[in-house]
Structures are given as structure tokens and as C-alpha cells.
């Protein structure tokens, strides 16, 4: 049997339906296995950072393994952009690049290049990986497939990549005599030393009196939405979620408050920063949910942190009082059954409520945004928006507009980026989570102008396959994220990021049309029309939406460097603020005495 046969049939009985790729000399032999396949279709796309991105789309909404392919060189080394977000983010995709014959490959040579586009993308790829080999050996290919599914999906899920010469691609195999991969070893590994604390921990939770659910993105990795609503609903205990974690609680639940961190809504802000136990439940608790300032991050609350990765458990800035290696459903599974008894005492409750109500992030719009539009539109499609629809977000203030005012519901799903944070994200993502559907259900892109010039090309699939997919692209003429960075931190020079200052915005009417898309725009005067807004929504099919957003665009709240978390931009007077409190105000000037005489 042909070893290129043996890995699609390998990826069928692992019931793999699409692989998205780039075809090059390097992996050819591969493709053509593909393309004789009745059960995997193979998706000839535009770019391989696409098929990177796709395949992670793929896989975020199917719970499967994502597949992306590409040949040597150029062709390995654009996948890396997309191999590096699959590894912050934990998502389980699993990438074959082609190589140069095995005859022609370096190896330990002391010379730059041997085989043409030969690139040691093993190398490369390695710190960004869960796993990675050169499968040099055709013997080996039952094993490398097997151990990098296995390690893709346990633990902490993850990117892997294997890397296949041609020779090795075409060489011929006999099925009986390959070697297998024994899981044995990796179980041993996976055993759960810390389920002792739980019972101290579910001790700690029962004696709190202002407990507090943070739901970061490993709620999803371990499939734990339920019985996260099940434990927060039995006992009372309000929820706040990173911005990987978005989507994993109801967003339209009483005990759900909003999403946390630099760019999180001011009233799970304020709320989180007076509990007195934050129950971190598959979030690292980074900088961007905890603020700089680490010493006023939670200072009169004790932090419980569940983390599938014992790394991210013991090397970590901040101080723990609570931490726990355990799966987050596991977790959830067994705290849930130690609760029994447990409520969560109402005046902690009651001012979680009128908190909510006060620091809505409707009200923070009104107070402080003059330009509301890009709100405006998050709130339509938020009315807009089917029972299982699926968000796909990309990165800027696109992102920030729709993490803050989106309410993702029960069944509907968010996906954005974390870790990397790429441009250009949300289109590639949207079309691998719409070929998951099998092409029936509606996706919807968010992006900005910057993130649509970066992924201009994956529009052409759109179109090709008839992927019903809406485009949104909040068009402010600039690089909005950075431009309002400018002006806080750089005294308003803007460069690279607006018109004048060398960036510019193609005519996206044009390109709708170049791709055969249908194209809409909605401005400042339409927006409040309802027959034509009806119009765009109801529309079937992919199509492109322009959101024109004439002046410059704000996010609001946002965190500034080296002020508490509760503390944000625009600031609230000192005098409201305190009110807002149940603890009392971070002071600077004290703590900084603290710090000289320590």
C-alpha cells in the first residue's frame, strides 16, 4: 500500500471530513491520495495561513481534529502564524508538511540548504507544538499518526506536526509490519495526583460569602458547559468569563455577569475585584484578565486555580491560594457533588444584580462612547442572531466591540483568538466552522478593515462553495486598536494607522464584486432602518456587510497600565468608585510606602 494511501485512510477512520491545504511539489503525492477518497474532501485554499486558520475552525466546532496541509519551505513556514495559535489556544490540529526527498535533506550538515525549498521546519515549529517529527522512516507512519493524535487531544490539546519527505510519501508499506504507538506510557502520566484537595477546596467555597466563577476557555477544551451551568444554577455562585471562555456560560443568565480583564465590562470588573473567592476554572489567568498591576488584582480575596496544565500551575506570577492540576469537567464533576448544602448568601447576590445594572455595558456606551456604531451593530446582531449561530471574531477593536456587547446564548458559540492574536483570523475560522456544518448553517465573520486585508484571499472559498458565511467589516479607515493606543500613550502621532499616516482601505464594494459576493453597507443613516436592516440578515447565501464608521472609534472600558482592575478608562470620580466597592480602595501611595520599607 502506497504510505501517502495509508495516512488518508488513517485521517477516514478517524473520521477527518475535510483537510484544507495548499498543494505544492512536496506534498503531491498526498493530495492525489486525498483527492481518491470517498469520505475526505480535500480544500484547495488561497493561502496556507488560511488553511492553518480553516483548520482550526474546523475543529473548535466539531470537536474533532482539524487537518492542515502544505509542501516545503515557503509553504511550511505559512502555517506557523496559524500552528502558533492552535498552541496558545489549545486546539488539537494536526499538520503535514512535505520535504524534500530524504536523499536530498541535510540533516546534521553544517550547511543552510541542500534539497530545493528544504526548510528544517521541525526546528522551526518546535516551540510552538505539542509534538513534531521528520517521519523518515515508512515503518514509522502508523505510530507518528497515532502518538500525534493521541497527544493533540489529551491534556491540554494542542498543535502537532509531522513532517514527511517525498520518498517517504510514496514509498510502498505492508500494513502488518508497522509499528504502533502505545498509549501506556502517557497514561501513567495522566494520573491525577491532586483530587485530595477538592474536599478543602469545596470547604473554602462553602465558607465564602462572595464566591465567584471565572470560566476561562478550558471550559470548552473539556466539553464542561453543563455541568458548569449545573454548579453555578445549584449553588447560586455568579460567573464572569475570560475572552476565551466567552460563550461557555449563558450570556442571558441572571448569574452571568460579563466578560473580565483589560478590555472587560466594568461591572464584572468592579464585582470580580470584591469577591472574596475567585474559583478560576481553564484560565491561566494572564495579564490581560488580571491587569499589570498584580498587587491589586483580588487583594482582600483568595484565588482557587483549576488548570488542565501543571505548568501553568506552578510557573505563574501571581499567588495562588488554591491550585489544582484536574481536567475542568472533572473538576466541576466532583466540586458539584460537594456542595451539596452550599448557597451563596443573598446580599452578595443582591449586589451583584444592581452592580450589573449600573455598570451595564449598555449604560457605558451611553455615557462614554460618541461613536457608537460599532456597539450599534453588536446590539443588531445580537437581535438578529439563530438559535446555534456561530460568531467568529478577529482581532482589534472588531474584537473588543463584539466581546463586550455580544450576548452569546445557549447553543450559539464565539470564537476569537487569545494568545496569538493574528489579523485576519475571523474569515478563515468562519470557513472551517462552516464546513464542520456541512455547509447549512450560517456563520457570521466579525472583522475589521485591517483583519479583511490580511485574509483577502480566503473570500474566493466563500464564493466557490457557496459557504453561507456573512462578512462583517467594521470599516474605519485605520488601524482603530493602535490608533487609540496612539493617542493614549504616544500623544496622538498616529503612524501606519490611518489614512494620513500611510495606511489606506481598498473600495470593499469593488472586491465584493470581484469575488461575486453580494455586498451591503450600512452608515450612520440607515442603521435604524428596519426593513433594510431585516434585509441584510435575512439574506441567505455569503455575502459581505460594510459597516461605515465615518469617525474615530473608541473601545470603552479599557484598562490602563498599572491601575487596579476595577479602575477603568474612562475613570469613574474617586467618590463613585468607592461606593461601587465592598473593599476598599487600591491606594498607590500607601503600597508604594509598603514596598520601601519592606
Known sequence: MKLSDYIVRFFEDNEIDYIFGFIGGSITHLVDSISKSKKIKFIQVYHEQTASFAAEGFSRNSGKIGVAIATSGPGATNLITGIGDAFFDSVPVIFITGQVNTYEYKYDKPIRQQGFQETDIISVVKPITKYSALVDNPKKIKYELEKSCYIATHGRPGPVLLDIPMDIQRADIDIKQLEKFDVSY??????????????????????????????GGGIRNSKAEKILLKTSENYSIPVVTSLMGKGVF???????????????????????????????????????????????????????????????????????????????????????????????????LDYVKNTKNKYSQKNEVEKYVENKIPYKIMELLNKYSKKDQVFTVDIGQNQMFAAQMLKIK?????????????????????????????????????????????????????????????????????????????????????????????????????????????????????????????????CRGPAIIEVLIENKTIVSPKLEVNSPIEDLNPKLSREELKKSMLIDLYEEKKDRKKDNEL
Open 186 to 215: 502517557y497514561k501513567k502520566k495522566e494520573q491525577y495526583s491532586d483530587i485530595k484537595k477538592l474536599i478543602t477546596i469545596a470547604d473554602a467555597i462553602k465558607n465564602s460569602k462572595r464566591p465567584l466563577i471565572l470560566a
Open 410 to 538: 445557549q447553543n450559539q458559540k464565539f470564537f476569537t483568538s487569545g494568545g496569538m492574536a493574528p489579523m485576519g483570523y475571523a474569515i478563515p475560522v468562519a470557513i472551517g466552522s462552516s464546513f464542520s456544518y456541512g455547509n447549512n448553517k450560517e456563520i457570521t465573520a466579525i472583522t475589521g478593515d485591517g483583519g479583511l486585508h490580511i485574509s483577502l484571499q480566503s473570500l474566493m472559498l466563500l464564493k466557490q462553495y457557496n459557504l453561507p458565511v456573512k462578512v462583517i467589516v467594521l470599516n474605519n479607515k485605520s488601524l482603530g486598536m493602535i490608533v487609540q493606543f496612539q493617542d493614549l500613550y504616544f500623544n496622538k502621532n498616529a503612524v501606519g494607522t490611518t489614512k494620513n499616516s500611510g495606511y489606506m482601505v481598498p473600495d470593499i464594494e469593488c472586491i465584493s464584486k470581484a469575488y461575486e459576493l453580494k455586498y451591503y453597507v450600512v452608515n450612520k443613516k440607515n442603521i435604524n432602518d428596519e426593513k433594510y436592516i431585516h434585509k441584510i440578515f435575512s
Open 250 to 348: 449563558p450570556e442571558d443568565n441572571n448569574l452571568f455577569i460579563g466578560m473580565i480583564g483589560s478590555y472587560g465590562n466594568r461591572a464584572a470588573n468592579i464585582i470580580m475585584s470584591n469577591s472574596d473567592l475567585l474559583i478560576a476554572v481553564g484560565s491561566r489567568l494572564d495579564t490581560r484578565q488580571t491587569g499589570a498591576l498584580l498587587k491589586g488584582f483580588l487583594r482582600s480575596g483568595k484565588i482557587i486555580h483549576v488548570d488542565i496544565d501543571v505548568n501553568e500551575i506552578n510557573n505563574h506570577r501571581l499567588k495562588r491560594d488554591y491550585k489544582l492540576c484536574l481536567d475542568a469537567n472533572v473538576f466541576l464533576e466532583k466540586i458539584n457533588s460537594l456542595l451539596t448544602g452550599c448557597k451563596t448568601k443573598k446580599d452578595w
